[in-house]
């Protein structure tokens, strides 16, 4: 049908194991329902042409922190060819956990984060307890949780994601998180589009390298006054003129008893439209907007 738009749901590819984005088949049925074109597709996927798309729109591309260099040249070529959302430059900005400290340059109250590159000196908290991570990652993914003072098994990992290319971040585990949980504020067409809750991800113990749930005991959750302020701050932050279609604003309790910013989700955020179902017209919305 003339003047139907062409959006493609870009995804990963499980490689033959189960699809773990519950919300995919729900948003293309969704699309195509309210007269779209609507598509899953494999970022990677070599046969596809981007061109042939009016909206490209980033949704469980859950594989590009360990491929992160590919997976921005193919933002970068895909913004080229047709509309990308998110675009290719917050796509390559939010790529980098070093975001976080240019958010706390700006005034955002962020949890404080040291950057380990290889080859730099590895100083470890004595007095604290603390987390190792990488800033390329997500779903925990090489994460773990430390007592102040254990630096064998710390330094380890470290060692281990060195190895691999890896810059470390070093952050203060924050207790809040075992009281308040870790909140997260989803915008869409830049409005909250909703909100939610989980429980602590990083068990004291759990091997970096071991799975982990990435959102335990995910319920609702009406945000404060003060989360949707930070989280404003936060999008305010964002660099370049493009606004981003769609952001999750990861939020934990600091020791103030104030909202941090935990992480600024701008490439590949679930939605969990499982949990808000109710937010799905809102999501086609948007998406259709942007398509046109």
Same mark, same amino acid.
């Given at each position: ?18 699809? %773990? ?12 329902? +309210?007269? +779209?074109? +609507? ?23 859950? *594989?590009? =922190? ?9 933002? #970068? ?22 975001? /976080? ?13 040291? &950057? ?13 307890? &603390?987390?190792?991570?990488?800033? =390329?990652?997500?779903?925990?993914? !090489? ?7 254990? $630096? ?6 470290? #060692? ?12 203060? !585990?924050?207790?809040?998180?075992? %009281? ?10 830049? $409005?909250? /589009?909703?909100? =939610? ?6 068990? @004291?113990? %759990? ?8 959102? @335990?005991?995910? $319920? ?34 600091? @020791? ?8 600024? #989700? /701008?490439?590949? @955020? ?7 179902? *109710? =937010? ?13």
């Amino acid at each position: 049908m003339a003047g139907t738009p062409r959006i493609a749901v870009v995804t990963y590819d499980p490689r033959g194991e189960e699809h %773990t984005d519950r919300d995919l088949p729900v948003l293309v049925e969704a699309l195509r329902e +309210a007269g +779209a074109g +609507a598509a899953a597709v494999h970022w990677d996927d070599p046969a596809v042409d981007w061109a042939g798309f009016d909206l490209v729109l980033i949704r469980s591309t859950w *594989d590009y =922190s360990w491929r992160a260099q590919e997976f921005t040249a193919w933002a #970068e070529r895909c913004g080229k060819a047709t509309r990308l959302a998110n675009p290719a430059g917050i796509v390559r900005w939010n790529a980098d956990k070093r975001y /976080l400290g240019q958010l706390a340059e700006a005034g955002v109250p962020a949890v404080p984060t040291r &950057y380990v590159a290889p080859g730099d000196p590895v100083d470890l908290p004595a007095d604290r307890e &603390y987390v190792v991570k990488p800033a =390329s990652g997500a779903g925990a993914r !090489y994460a773990a949780r430390y007592p102040a003072g254990e $630096r064998d098994a710390a330094a380890r990992q470290v #060692e281990r994601m060195h190895a691999e290319g890896l810059t470390v971040m070093v952050q203060p !585990y924050l207790a809040g998180i075992d %009281t308040h949980g870790e909140r997260a504020l989803q915008f869409f067409g830049g $409005r909250l /589009l909703h909100a =939610s809750v989980k429980g602590a991800v990083l068990a @004291p113990g %759990t091997p970096y390298d071991a799975d982990k749930v990435a959102h @335990p005991d995910l $319920r609702p959750w009406e945000p404060t006054g003060a989360e949707l302020a930070v989280a404003a701050r936060a999008l305010a932050a964002v660099p370049g003129d493009a606004e981003p279609l769609y952001a999750r604003v990861d939020l934990v309790t600091g @020791p103030d008893g104030e909202p941090w910013v935990m992480e600024l #989700e /701008l490439i590949e @955020p679930n939605l969990f439209l499982g949990l808000h179902p *109710d =937010s799905v017209p809102r999501v086609v919305r948007a998406v259709l907007a942007a398509a046109r």
